[in-house]
């Protein structure tokens, strides 16, 4: 086995591990890993990371789900509309982004580089998500949406995180904090029942544009499957508030580095 792959599966591990701590995140580790680690173009490593982060995701709920973490009614309300998005968008609408999106001079920007750079937008804005302190969360609060709302921005996230590859999870622990009023730890497990609906059936839309190297697809998904249920198992023993601030930190600095690599690549 080459450096790399070992890096890489290495790497699964830790997204296993960061979805089972903080419910979300696990895309925003699978995407970049499989691009430039093992090289993968950024619609198969979208693609692959809905599989990767939704099958590790379905084993962290059963998990959760035994520690009385997961609110199943307000899991399918999210999730409802939500996967419609992802499906749709990962079926009719990333397929077929035009290869050029944007000319100007001799600077050509194509359709990976443009995923990539959304894909680091998105990551800017989950960031600041996770970062922000608790004093702010606690001032919103007091603010409850009708589900009309929810079911729209819940098409608006479901349409993102199907363009990115991604379940959402880091989008909506603080939307179930904030909108469905559970505490943090529920919020993290219920988010789980998203990520895997949305992620396992925005997969579906890719199955028949892309092949699918299924081998190397279960392998790394097992590693994942193995790094949630570590994760699960340590997180009581680990400050929720102080990881989720951390990998926010952390998500920021990969997000201004996919932007410069991928600007600067293309300079």
């Keep these: 086995m080459e450096t790399l792959q070992i890096f890489g599966y290495l790497g699964a591990l830790i997204v296993g591990l960061v979805l089972g701590l903080i419910g979300g995140g696990g895309s925003i580790l699978t995407v970049p890993l499989l691009v430039y680690v093992l090289g993968y173009n950024p619609i198969i490593a979208t693609a692959y990371s809905l599989f990767v982060v939704g099958s590790s995701s379905l084993v962290g709920t059963i998990q959760k789900f035994r520690k009385g973490y997961v609110d199943i009614k307000t899991g399918f309300a999210f999730s409802f509309p939500s996967f419609i998005a992802v499906y749709l968008s990962r079926k009719y609408l990333v397929h077929r982004f035009p290869d050029i999106f944007l000319t100007i001079g001799n600077f050509s920007l194509t359709k990976n580089v443009a995923i990539m750079i959304f894909f680091a937008f998105i990551m800017l804005l989950a960031s600041i998500s996770m970062i922000r302190t608790k004093r702010e969360e606690k001032e919103l609060l007091g603010f409850k949406q009708p589900y009309y709302m929810t079911f729209i921005q819940g098409l608006i996230i479901g349409t993102i995180t199907g363009i990115i590859g991604a379940g959402g999870g880091f989008l909506y622990v603080p939307a179930l904090v904030l909108w469905a ?74 997000a201004i580095y996919i932007i410069f690599k991928e600007l600067n690549t293309k300079m």
């Design 181 to 254: 009023k559970l505490p943090m730890k529920k919020a993290v497990g219920t988010s789980l029942i998203i990520v895997t609906i949305n992620s396992l059936i925005g997969f579906t839309g890719d199955i028949q544009s892309i092949e699918i190297d299924w081998f190397f697809l279960l392998s790394f998904s097992s590693f994942t499957i193995i790094g949630i249920l570590i994760g699960v198992a340590i997180s009581k023993f680990i400050s929720g508030k102080k990881l989720k601030k951390g990998f926010g930190w952390f998500t920021l600095i990969m």
